[in-house]
């Protein structure tokens, strides 16, 4: 399939209250809630910048937090997710149903975690520009599935983030006979979710990241 046209990128957003709790013996609430809108604001700004990607649209169940963490950005659009309507697959739901008055002119839909802090113009290109239907990028124990690039059409592909992603989503592939492919890069591979993340990442990236929390990590 592969069909050319416009890309919606999509960034789920927790609230500023609930994430990173993993880092919570390393930052206190306060540095964790700056951590993740730093995070998301890093990887909605290389969207904006990436020239494969349309439109960006963050969607969350905290828009004030979502509008905090992208004040000054102009072009991203925040989606409310329903209370009734929790969950992160639940979410890209939401987000996708929300394409359907964008077609034709979005043919594509391309999930982004927003706690990827090594991501760079070069990786979201490698996504967009590889030849499958169904492109997934994993993390860095080739497990999970941080990026996903899905066709806007086939709206029977079922979003199974959780553990062992990577798997259930080339299965939910073969299912609908789809040509899927794996795209393994540091920027794609890299999130952040545990101090032993935040180890594995480019001393450059860390000190960034110790720039826009405004605290010591290791």
Request: glycine share 6%; hydrophobic share 50%.
């Amino acid at each position: 399939m592969n069909v050319p046209g416009g890309v919606l990128a999509v960034v789920p957003l927790r609230d500023g209250v609930s994430g990173k709790s993993r880092l919570a013996t390393d930052l206190d609430p306060a540095a964790r809630r700056r951590l993740v809108a730093a995070l998301a604001r890093h990887v909605v700004e290389v969207l904006l910048a990436a020239e494969g990607v349309d439109r960006v649209l963050v969607v969350t169940a905290d828009v004030a937090f979502g509008r905090e963490t992208l004040a000054g950005l102009t072009d991203p659009v925040i989606l409310e997710q329903p209370a009734d309507r929790p969950g992160l697959n639940t979410a890209l739901d939401v987000a996708r149903e929300h394409t359907l008055g964008l077609r034709p002119e979005v043919s594509r839909l391309l999930v982004v975690h927003a706690d990827l802090p090594a991501l760079a113009l070069d990786d979201v290109d490698a996504v967009l520009t590889t030849d499958a239907d169904v492109v997934v990028a994993t993390d860095r124990h080739a497990a999970g599935t941080n990026l996903l690039l899905v066709p806007v059409a086939e709206q029977a592909y079922r979003f199974r983030f959780g553990p062992g992603s990577r798997a259930a989503h080339l299965a939910e592939a073969d299912r609908l006979g789809l040509r899927a492919a794996v795209v393994q890069r540091p920027g794609t591979a890299a999130d952040l979710d545990t101090i032993d993340d935040w180890a594995e990442l480019p001393h450059e990236v860390r000190a960034r990241v110790r720039t826009a929390v405004g605290h010591p990590l290791p």
